[in-house]
């Protein structure tokens, strides 16, 4: 269970990611978007806390990365995709294999960062160890299990301190999956890429 306080939101206005000695540049300067984001036939969720800059405009927003993941429903098979207003998101976020082709969209990966900081040792998760893992295959502050993952324009952060052993930014296991233009921050197995990832842009 999650023992520590609980996920919130930092707007980059008044917090930014703190920078790391080991980073993965941004795998694309381009502003191209991956086809499935002009796809006319898919879902569009919004992430921002009420209040917030990117909490205004048409439809209800999520208060978290993983709220609206949550609403994704079971089986899913059309296009979701989950928009984040800019920010920096400590959570851990949990994609489920029983939940596929969920987008991950940012504003860019210097505006929107999701970071967390679990390690190998200490896990804090709302998830349990039985469905995440133990170690560092469960210490991902985004665990990707749902296949045809799409990830765009979002910074990734293992937000643990140096010489806190094993602190995985992401874990991929599932196939078919992609990163656009995405940066992966952390001082160890920054992505821990356990099956198929298809592309890395």
């Not at 000695?21 to 300067?29: D, F, L």
């Not at 205004?56 to 609403?71: I, K, L, N, R, Y």
Request: hydrophobic residues 35%.
């Amino acid at each position: 269970t999650h023992t520590g306080p609980g996920p919130h939101f930092q707007p980059l206005l008044h917090q930014t990611a703190h920078a790391r000695p080991r980073t993965s540049p941004p795998t694309t300067a381009r502003a191209a978007i991956h086809p499935s984001m002009a796809q006319p036939h898919r879902r569009v969720l919004r992430v921002a806390p009420p209040g917030s800059a990117g909490g205004s405009g048409d439809g209800e927003a999520f208060p978290t990365v993983q709220a609206a993941v949550d609403a994704v429903p079971l089986g899913n098979r059309e296009r979701t995709v989950i928009r984040l207003a800019p920010g920096v998101y400590r959570e851990p976020v949990y994609v489920p294999k029983t939940k596929n082709f969920i987008t991950l969209a940012g504003a860019s990966a210097e505006a929107t960062v999701i970071s967390w900081d679990n390690t190998a040792t200490r896990i804090k998760h709302a998830q349990t160890s039985r469905v995440i893992g133990t170690g560092t295959f469960g210490c991902g502050t985004v665990i990707v299990e749902g296949e045809d993952f799409i990830a765009e324009n979002i910074t990734f952060q293992n937000s643990a301190p140096q010489g806190s052993g094993q602190a995985v930014a992401v874990r991929v296991t599932a196939d078919k999956c992609a990163f656009y233009g995405c940066r992966f921050l952390g001082w160890q197995v920054r992505i821990f890429l356990h099956l198929q990832v298809r592309s890395l842009h």
